[in-house]
Structures are given as structure tokens and as C-alpha cells.
């Protein structure tokens, strides 16, 4: 029996009766990661010796007659951009190549708490800004389906790690989306929750009323028992929202009977690859048949989300990133002049094309006499987007639409910034509503996954997790394991 | 001040509110300490951190508000305001930009008895940056620069003033009237030595009589009420004889050299930053309930203005009731001991008078004072029952801060009691008449001053303890009969 390939739930029935032991399972996985990510790239640190310690641990606890939790002796990794006392945290940026946090993420905590063994820290675009991975300043990340493409991103390296079974789960960060996309790409279920139902505490931060950390996993099942840990207030997080959090597994029911499925026209945007097209078409029809209700249905100010996003983000980002100037921690310039040259020096050295190109586009969007006409103006497009979701969910009770208009793009294909950008049309008004949204697999095309994506109301993350999980147990597509090959001839 | 021109000034008045931590984190606020021992991830800047709103920043501000007359914002908000510094662990400082707590308030000075209202334009929130050390003179003339995070996240109100001020004496009344009522209310230590305040000073000219106003310059960073005098005495000076010599006033950003004595130019209005304020999307709109400000009102205790009106009705002079609610320790000491002493004017004369100088050659402050107002009031009661003289109350006083004990308590040890036993008195002085005869024949001729004379012999042959009045009389009386 492969272990590596099992979904959190097989692996906590096997842990619960001591088939086998967190150490085990943590050797198969570290196996795993030597093995595959010379070819596949997801991880820029691995934590082995901790790894096992963590196992040890857990496996002592177990032997003592303690009960295992769900995630207990579970091994995941994490997005190198969130905290981990004593470990590495990068961001796959050169500016902070070697700093160590001297605290844990809220996340993080939570997930130590619950006994889970961490991996390591997975590969990103650099700062989360980007979404193919090709923006990390230290490496490439492989699509596990075809080693030739991308892995999505930002959150590749999560993506890869789970797609390629060397991790069981793995937590990323969606800003535009960062989680949904890669998840897409690799096959995997990728849930964006509503901003303020996981805690920021220890993110760091590309875009702050965007950002939302969410679960990469392997099966809708496992994406609810990730959000039982992760979710839920945090004192130390002013934006999160303080609700008693549900048991996410109650939703997790085969029944999407006489539910409303709304399909954004605006969604179906021009240059989508027909395969993905037919992919769409299919889920449908799937849903249809499980149920559901289907119906067309409009989003008229989707057009300005794109821009939208690219003030608010790049405006958020320029006054985030303003702490990496090189005087406390991380990178600092070698023989400046003096300080301004230092802090000039520093962040030319330190920051990538992308991060500069973004931070100089917020620092004008935020400038005397181009605040209205930027910043202002995206935040009453935020607002009309808003109203637009609104109005939908009045009358449907999640909306349908691709995750990304082609499958997984090839390395150097959209070497053009704004095509770049474009790519992420179906899943930057999610960020800018603040709603939750899943990616779930549905297909293939080209040889390469094809994700659908499910947004919901405010705090429905029950509401997707309905619908996917009755989606995926009526398909098996999630089944199907990627060869970690291509490009060989 | 040149008589040619009128000064026009504003006042922005940076104060450290008197909160336990710090504004965005459970740092302590207290000063001093190792450099760098109060801090935490949040207030050093680490990546990934988040604010959380201290409450009592916002109880503070309100209450300062309140008492400023300000109106109290229902909805308020945090901004960023970008700028590179290495004080600034985020290189944002989080302050409020267009909705502050705080507007429309007014603070009411006198200046040579003519009283007259200054605008505060707005009172708003925010995070104070650390502290730098360098190697040499300046940032930019050292090797080496060290960096202080222990101030860094200690909350500051900022108070901006109308440019309403009209000549150095207004503003110097205005500073001090605003730092009196801010420690009055208790929002603020305003321990200007430490730096807990800090003022910007706005001023411009325009000829007498104009209404135009002049070009102003922004001198920046004043820590105490004689650099602000000095300050204002140099810059309006320096922009008189610019424009005299039929120049312009620059607008500029200035700074302060205390040593020299002199300003000089930061930057000009072209190098002005530009801060690209946005709201700051780490917190949450603040929403204040009007119950949230009427409970702070309530706690609200009686204003420096207010007080003064009060003393001043109880028979006080207007300088002795500035005086007495100079500080808030003084004017509630002053209150407590008139609960045990009504005598208000000789109780003001003995508190501005022989108490102050006995505290001040003690070095503390009126709230450490050995002496209680109870056993003021209680010595001053002994005085005013003729029990002690007031020679030896003020004997008795000195021993009270030298011991701590009470009044009554010296007398009786010590056998002060005054001795106004008419019989006693009366052997003593048939005594003293016998033995001075040539003073009483001055006496009876009429030279007053002997008098005094027979007083002190008598008083000599009581240890001071004799009843001066009592003694009086029956000098009289026994020179009389013997006449």
C-alpha cells in the first residue's frame, strides 16, 4: 500500500489503529521528497530532523493510550510565507533568504496544537506575487503532470507538494487566487475561505484586505478536517471574524438536491481553451444530474475586478513590503553611500522584477493627485463588485465558473506581465468580495487537470463543501494520480 | 516682535497618552529600559505581524477630546502614512488621516487678564517611532547609527491647533494651558523631559492690519516651552528681516538648534513628502457609541479654568488661584486641606508659602509629600485656636516634613502649647514691667517701639510659647495701672 497517496481521513484510521506510526508515515513521505522534488521542486526547506522529532512525539503519545485527533501525526508543509518559530521563512525572496521568525502563525500554532508533522516550507511566487511560480527568486516548481508546465501559483510548491504526494495537505495563501489556481493546475482541492475565518497572524503580507489563508488537500473531506483547526477568531488578528466556527464535516453530506447553481456569463470569458470549456459543460451536466438546478446568470462589473485588483493589491503590497529596507533583518546592500542609498541598494538587490514592478505600480496608484483617480475609483469597483455577488446569491445558492481560462501554461509562455495578469480573471473577484471559494477537480484537458470553481456567500464555506463533496463523490477525477514525468523527449 | 508685522501660529502638540502598554501590542510603555527590551514582533515590524486597538488609547483620547471641547467622532478610522525612516519599523507609521477621534475643540487662555478662545482643529491617534543613536553628529555624518525600539508603538495623540495665535505670549499660554489640562485629566504624564511632549510649530507674518495670510514655515520637533520662546523669538525675527529686505518667505520644513539658537532648513515644500496615506486595512473602522463617550465624560474631574473660577470665589486673588491649580497635585491638595481648614486665604498663603518652600527643598513632587493635607489643615487649626503661635507653627511644619508626624502630636512633645493662661501670663508680665523700668517709661512717653521690646522679653521668658495677643493687653493694662 502506497501510504503517501492516502487522503488525511485513511491515514488517521491507520494512525487510530496503530497500523502504523507517525514515524512511518513521516519516513514515507520524507522518502517521498527525496525521491520526487529533484524533478517536481515543491520544497525550499525540508525539516527533516524536526519531522521526525514531531513523530516521535506523536507516536509516544499514542503508545501512552492517548486518542488520536484527526490530524494528529498527519505530515503536511506549508507556503513559505507563513511564520514558523526557528524555521526559515522566505518567501522565496532573496531579501529574505535567511530569516528565521521568532514566532509561530496563528495557523501554525493551531496545527502543532493539533499534533500534525510538518514537512517543510514550499515554494512560491516571490512575496505570493505571481501565479505560475516562475517569480521564486530560488526555484522552479514542476507541474506534477507534466514536468514541462507550471504548477500554477502562487501557491505552486503547495499545489505540486500535495499533487505529487509529498505532503498530505499543505496550507497556501490566496490574494487572487493563489490557492484555487495552482490547485486547478495540480488536480487538488483548494479552498479560499471568507476573509476573517482564518487568521493573518504570521501571514506575511502581500495584500492585506485580500489576503486569506486556506487548505490545499486531496479530497473535499480532508480540505473541512484542515478547516476545523485552522479556522475560527484569533485575538491577535483586528480582521478576523469572531464566530463560533461550525464542525465543517457536518456539510460534507451527498445530497445537492434542488440547490440553485448560477454560471457568471462573464466567466465564459473570450480566449478560454475549448477543452476547459468542455470540462465546464460536463460538470454541469454532472450537477444537473445530482440535482441541482443550473442556470446562467450575470456578474456585470466582472470587467473592472482586473484592474480593480491591481490598485488595491499593488497599493496594499507597496506600503507592506516598505519593511524590507534592509535595517532590521533579511537582506541588506553591501557598500552604500549612505542610508537612503542603503535602503535603495537593499531593495534593488533584494526584491525580483515582479515585486518591484507591483510595488512601483501601488506606490502610484497611492500618490498626491492619483488617489482618487486610482485607489479611490478600485475601491468603488470593490464595492460594485460586491453588490454584484449579492445580488447573484439572492437568487443562487453558489456560483459555477473555470478556475483559469486554459489548463497549466507551459514555463516562459506568458513571459508578458498582462497576460500574465489575465490568466487570474475567474478568481480575483472572490478576493475583492471577500467570499469563499473551492476549487475541485473536474477533468482533463490536454493531459492536465482541469479545476471548476465553486464561490459561495459569506461564511457558506459549508454551503461549497456541500456541493464538492457530493461533485467528487459522484466523479473520479481526484482518483487519477499524475505520471511526474513530461519533457523527457 | 516687530511692530510692522502680525505673527499668525498654529501648534501641532504631539503627547504620549498615559496607557500601561503599547498601542498595537501588549508591550509596556514604561520609559527607560535596555534598549530593545520592550518590544515584541508586533512593534519591531517582523513580517507577517498585525495591530490590535488598546482600547484605553481611544478611552484616553476621548477623554482628551472631551475635555479640548471637541466634538467626538461616531465613526473614526486608522490610515498609513508611508515614509522611509529606521526609527519606523514598518517604514508606515499607523496614524489618522481624514476621520480623527477629535475635531472642532477649543482651549481658552489669558493673556495680561484678556481671555480668548484657540481653535483645536482636530485631535487624532497614532504610534510613535523608536529612537536613533549616532556614532557622530548626524544620521548622515556617522558610520554607524543604533536604533532604540523601546518607544516604538507608544500611543501619541496628536493635537493640532487653529492658526489662531497671535504673538509668542499666546502661544507659550496656550502650550501651557493645553499640557495643564492634559495632566489634569490624567490622559498624559506630560513629563517634558522625557520627551513625552513634542511640539510643531506652524508661523508666518503679514503686515499689521492685513488679512492675507503670509508663507509659512514648519519648525519641527520643540520639547519644552523656553525652546519653543527661544524658537519663535529667532524665527520671527529671521522671517521679519526677510521680508524687510523685500524677499520671500520660503515654505519650508525647519528644524530647531538648541545650541546655536537658530533654525534651519529641512527640506523645502518641493521635497516635501508625500505620504500616500491610505486607510489601514490591518484594523477595523473604529465605531463609538455615544454611551462609550458619555460614560468617559463622567469620569471627566473638574477642569484647571473651572477650578480657578472656584478659588476665585472663595476670596482668592486671580494669581493665587493660578497658582494653586498649577498642577492638578496642588490644586487637589489645596482642596483636601479646605475640607479641614475653611480659612481659604490664610490657607493659600501657608500652601504657596512656607509648604512649597519646605517641598521644593525636599525635591518631590506635592503627590509624595510627606506632609498630608489633613495635618495641614490640622496645624492650621491650631494656629487659628490660638493653641500656637504662627512662629511656632512654622517650627512645627518644618518638623512634620522632617518626621511625618502630626501636628498635635510635636506640640505635645515638644510643650509648644501656647500659653494663654491669663494668671501665668500676668506673673510673667508684672515681671518684665518691673524689671525694664526705662522701657516703660518710653512707653508711657510714647514710643511704641518699646513695646515690642516687653513683647520679646516676655516671649523670651516663655520660650515663644506666650499667647502674643494676650501678651499684648496685659502689657498694656499693667503699664497703664502702674501709671
Known amino acids: ?489 | 516682535m516687530p511692530e510692522n508685522y502680525e505673527m499668525v501660529c498654529g501648534v501641532e502638540t504631539h503627547v504620549e497618552l498615559a496607557t500601561r502598554t503599547k498601542i498595537f501590542c501588549g508591550c509596556t510603555t514604561e520609559f527607560g529600559g535596555e534598549q530593545n527590551t520592550h518590544v515584541c514582533p508586533v512593534c519591531s515590524g517582523l513580517p507577517g505581524v498585525l495591530p490590535v486597538l488598546n482600547r484605553e488609547v481611544v478611552n484616553l483620547a476621548i477623554k482628551a477630546g472631551l475635555a479640548l471641547n471637541c466634538e467626538i467622532a461616531a465613526f473614526s478610522k486608522f490610515d498609513r502614512k508611508n515614509y522611509y525612516y529606521p526609527d519606523l519599523p514598518k517604514n508606515f507609521q499607523t496614524s489618522q488621516y481624514d476621520l480623527p477621534i477629535c475635531k472642532n475643540g477649543w482651549v481658552e487662555i489669558s493673556v495680561e487678564g484678556t481671555p480668548k478662545k484657540i481653535g483645536i482643529t482636530r485631535a487624532h491617534m497614532e504610534e510613535d517611532a523608536g529612537k536613533l543613536v549616532h556614532a557622530g553628529e548626524t544620521i548622515t555624518t556617522s558610520d554607524e547609527s543604533y536604533i532604540d525600539y523601546n518607544r516604538t508603538g507608544v500611543p501619541l495623540l496628536e493635537i493640532v491647533s487653529e492658526p489662531d495665535l497671535r504673538s509668542i505670549p499666546e502661544v507659550l499660554a496656550y502650550l501651557e494651558q493645553l499640557v495643564q489640562i492634559l495632566e489634569y485629566i490624567e490622559v498624559s504624564d506630560c513629563r517634558m523631559e522625557q520627551g513625552s511632549v513634542r511640539f510643531d510649530i506652524n508661523v508666518s507674518l503679514r503686515a499689521a492690519g492685513s488679512r492675507e495670510l503670509g508663507t509659512r514655515t514648519e519648525i519641527k520637533n520643540l520639547n519644552s516651552f523656553s525652546s519653543v520662546r527661544r524658537c519663535l523669538e529667532y524665527e520671527v525675527a529671521r522671517q521679519a528681516a526677510v521680508l524687510d529686505a523685500g524677499e520671500q518667505v520660503l515654505q519650508e520644513t525647519r528644524t530647531w538648534d538648541e545650541g546655536k539658537g537658530i533654525t534651519l532648513s529641512l527640506r523645502s515644500k518641493e521635497e516635501a513628502h508625500d505620504y500616500r496615506y491610505f486607510p489601514e486595512p490591518d484594523l477595523v473602522p473604529l465605531v463609538i457609541e455615544r454611551d462609550w463617550v458619555e460614560a468617559i465624560r463622567a469620569t471627566l474631574p473638574e477642569l484647571p479654568a473651572a477650578r480657578r473660577a472656584r478659588l476665585q470665589a472663595l476670596g482668592l486673588s486671580e494669581y493665587d488661584a493660578r497658582v494653586l491649580t498649577s498642577s492638578k497635585g496642588l490644586a487637589d491638595f489645596f482642596d483636601k486641606a479646605l475640607g479641614g481648614f475653611d480659612e481659604a486665604k490664610i490657607l493659600a498663603n501657608w500652601l504657596m508659602g512656607d509648604f512649597l518652600r519646605l517641598l521644593n527643598a525636599q525635591q518631590v513632587s506635592i503627590k509624595e509629600s510627606p506632609v498630608q493635607p489633613e495635618q495641614l489643615a490640622e496645624l492650621l487649626n491650631l494656629m487659628e485656636q490660638g493653641m500656637i503661635s504662627g512662629k511656632i507653627a512654622k517650627n512645627v511644619l518644618e518638623e512634620m516634613f522632617a518626621t511625618g508626624k502630626n501636628p498635635e502630636a510635636i506640640v505635645k512633645e515638644r510643650g509648644l502649647t501656647q500659653i494663654s493662661d491669663e494668671a501665668e501670663l500676668l506673673r510673667i508680665v508684672t515681671d518684665v514691667i518691673a524689671a525694664h523700668p526705662q522701657s516703660v517709661e518710653d512707653f508711657r512717653a510714647g514710643k511704641e517701639r518699646a513695646l515690642g521690646f516687653l513683647v520679646g522679653q516676655v516671649m523670651k521668658a516663655t520660650r515663644g510659647q506666650a499667647n502674643p495677643a494676650l501678651v499684648n493687653k496685659l502689657l498694656k493694662d499693667g503699664m497703664a495701672e502702674g501709671g
Open chain 1, 1 to 489: 500500500m502506497d501510504l503517501s497517496a492516502l487522503s488525511a481521513a485513511e491515514l488517521h484510521t491507520l494512525l487510530a489503529d496503530k497500523e502504523v506510526s507517525a514515524t512511518e508515515l513521516t519516513r514515507a513521505f520524507l522518502e517521498n521528497i527525496k525521491a520526487r522534488d529533484q524533478r517536481i521542486g515543491a520544497y525550499l526547506t525540508v525539516t527533516e530532523e524536526e519531522a521526525l522529532r514531531q513523530a516521535a512525539v506523536v507516536d509516544r503519545r499514542l503508545a501512552a493510550g492517548e486518542k488520536a485527533g484527526p490530524l494528529t501525526g498527519i505530515p503536511m508543509a506549508l507556503k513559505d510565507n507563513l511564520c514558523t518559530e526557528g524555521i526559515r521563512t522566505t518567501c522565496a525572496s532573496k531579501m529574505l533568504a535567511d530569516f528565521i521568525p521568532s514566532y509561530d502563525a496563528t495557523v501554525v500554532a493551531r496545527l502543532r496544537e493539533a499534533g500534525t508533522i510538518l514537512l517543510g516550507k514550499l515554494n512560491m511566487d516571490e512575496f505570493a506575487m505571481g501565479s505560475s511560480t516562475e517569480n521564486s527568486a530560488f526555484a522552479q516548481t514542476r507541474n506534477p503532470w507534466n514536468l514541462q508546465h507550471v504548477p500554477g501559483g502562487s501557491s505552486g510548491g503547495a499545489a505540486a507538494a500535495v499533487a505529487a504526494d509529498e505532503a498530505v495537505f499543505a496550507l497556501g495563501s490566496d490574494t487572487g487566487g493563489s490557492i484555487r489556481q495552482p490547485a486547478g493546475f495540480c488536480g487538488v482541492v483548494g479552498l479560499k475561505p471568507t476573509y476573517g475565518v482564518v487568521s493573518r497572524y504570521g501571514l506575511v503580507a502581500y495584500a492585506s484586505s485580500l489576503d486569506q489563508i486556506g487548505p490545499l488537500t486531496k479530497t473535499v473531506q480532508d480540505s473541512a478536517l484542515v478547516m476545523n483547526v485552522i479556522a475560527g477568531h484569533d485575538a491577535l488578528d483586528s480582521t478576523s471574524i469572531p464566530l463560533e466556527k461550525p464542525d465543517y464535516t457536518d456539510f460534507l453530506v451527498d445530497d445537492i438536491k434542488d440547490l440553485k447553481i448560477g454560471v457568471p456569463r462573464e466567466y465564459m470569458v473570450e480566449g478560454i481553451d475549448p477543452e476547459v470549456l468542455r470540462v465546464m459543460h460536463e460538470a454541469i451536466r454532472t450537477l444537473e444530474n445530482l440535482g441541482a438546478k443550473v442556470d446562467e446568470c450575470s456578474l456585470p462589473h466582472t470587467e473592472y475586478a482586473m484592474p480593480a485588483y491591481y490598485l488595491v493589491a499593488t497599493a496594499e503590497a507597496s506600503s507592506n513590503l516598505a519593511r524590507y529596507d534592509g535595517v532590521r533583518y533579511g537582506y541588506r546592500a553591501a557598500n552604500a553611500e549612505d542610508i537612503v542609498g542603503m535602503f535603495k541598494k537593499t531593495r534593488a538587490e533584494g526584491f525580483g522584477a515582479e515585486v518591484k514592478r507591483r510595488i512601483m505600480l501601488g506606490t502610484y496608484a497611492l500618490s498626491s493627485g492619483y488617489y482618487d483617480a486610482y485607489y479611490l475609483k478600485a475601491l468603488r469597483v470593490r464595492t460594485l463588485i460586491k453588490r454584484d455577488f449579492d445580488a447573484a446569491f439572492a437568487t443562487y445558492d453558489v456560483l459555477l465558473s473555470p478556475i483559469a481560462p486554459t489548463p497549466a501554461f507551459k514555463f516562459g509562455e506568458k513571459a508578458d506581465p498582462l497576460s500574465m495578469y489575465l490568466s487570474d480573471i475567474c478568481t480575483i473577484p472572490v478576493n475583492l468580495a471577500g467570499i469563499p471559494a473551492i476549487s475541485v477537480p473536474a477533468g482533463f484537458a490536454h493531459g492536465l487537470p482541469v479545476g471548476i470553481q465553486l464561490m459561495g456567500k459569506p461564511l457558506a464555506e459549508g454551503t461549497l463543501y456541500r456541493v464538492a463533496y457530493t461533485f467528487e463523490q459522484n466523479t473520479d477525477f481526484h482518483r487519477t494520480k499524475p505520471a511526474l514525468t513530461g519533457g523527457e523527449n
